[in-house]
C-alpha cells in the first residue's frame, strides 16, 4: 500500500482505519473502525488525552464515508439516502454535518495539539461539467460531491498521487507504458484536481520526505530529514 506508506513515513503517525490498509506495514494504529462513532473516539482520544504522537492519519476518506452513511441513516431511522422519509437533501445534509463535527476534532489535533493531519483517499474516474467546455473525465475523490467539496475547502494540501505513463506510439495504435514510479502532483489540471496553499513546484516525488521539503522550501526554511511539516 504505497499511499499508506506515505502516511507512515510521516513523523510519529499513528492511523484512524476506516479500512484495513495496514497489514504489511509496521506503524502505529487504533484498531480498525466499524462504525463512525468509533472514528470519533478515536479523533476525540488524540484531540483530549496526553500522547506523544505527532501525525494522525485517516485511511481512508472513501472507506470513513461508507461508516458516516450508515450512521447517518441509523440515527435518523433512515433506509438509504434515497428513503422517502428523508425529505429533499435531508440525508447530505445530514452527511455533511457528521463530516463537520469530524474535521473539527481533527482541527483541535491540528491547531491545539501541534498534529499534521493526513486525509488519504482513493479516486475513482467521473465525469465533469465544465461550464465553458463539453463535459469530460477526471479523477477526483470516491466520496459524494458535498463531502468532497468539504474535504478539498478544509484541507491546505489536496494532493494527487499517480503512475508517471508514457504513451508510445507504434503506427496507428498507442500504448502506455509504466515502471511503477509515482509523483505526487500540487496543482490543478483537467484531469485530477489538486491545491497547494503554498507555492511548491507542481510535481514532486511521491513520499512524505519529498513533501516536507518541498513545504520548508517554499516557506524559506532549510530541509530536515523528517521533519513535521
Request: glycine share 6%.
Amino acid at each position: 500500500r504505497t499511499v499508506s506508506c506515505f502516511g507512515a513515513n510521516a513523523p510519529d503517525s499513528i492511523f484512524i482505519q476506516a479500512e484495513d490498509g495496514l497489514s504489511f506495514i509496521n506503524a502505529a494504529r487504533f484498531p480498525q473502525a466499524n462504525t463512525w462513532e468509533e472514528i470519533m473516539e478515536q479523533v476525540r482520544t488524540l484531540a483530549m488525552e496526553e500522547h506523544a504522537y505527532k501525525t494522525v492519519v485517516l485511511d481512508t476518506t472513501d472507506a470513513a464515508a461508507k461508516l458516516g452513511e450508515s450512521h447517518v441513516c441509523e440515527k435518523n431511522g433512515w433506509s438509504s439516502a434515497a428513503d422517502p422519509k428523508a425529505g429533499y437533501g435531508a440525508f447530505y445534509v445530514a452527511e455533511e454535518n457528521a463530516w463537520l463535527n469530524l474535521l473539527n476534532g481533527l482541527n483541535v489535533c491540528f491547531q491545539q495539539r501541534g498534529m499534521n493531519v493526513i486525509l488519504l483517499s482513493h479516486v475513482a474516474s467521473k465525469a465533469y461539467k465544465d461550464p465553458e467546455l463539453e463535459p469530460y473525465d477526471r479523477w477526483e475523490m470516491r466520496c459524494n460531491k458535498k463531502v468532497n467539496a468539504l474535504i478539498k475547502d478544509w484541507v491546505d494540501f489536496n494532493l494527487f498521487a499517480n503512475y508517471e505513463t508514457t504513451l508510445i506510439k507504434d503506427g496507428s495504435k498507442a500504448r502506455g507504458v509504466s515502471y511503477g514510479n509515482r509523483g505526487l502532483f500540487t496543482k490543478f489540471a483537467a484531469a485530477y484536481d489538486a491545491k497547494s496553499r503554498l507555492d511548491l513546484p507542481s510535481k514532486i516525488e511521491f513520499s512524505w520526505q519529498a513533501f516536507a521539503d518541498a513545504y520548508r522550501s517554499a516557506l524559506g526554511l532549510p530541509s530536515t530529514n523528517n521533519e513535521a511539516a
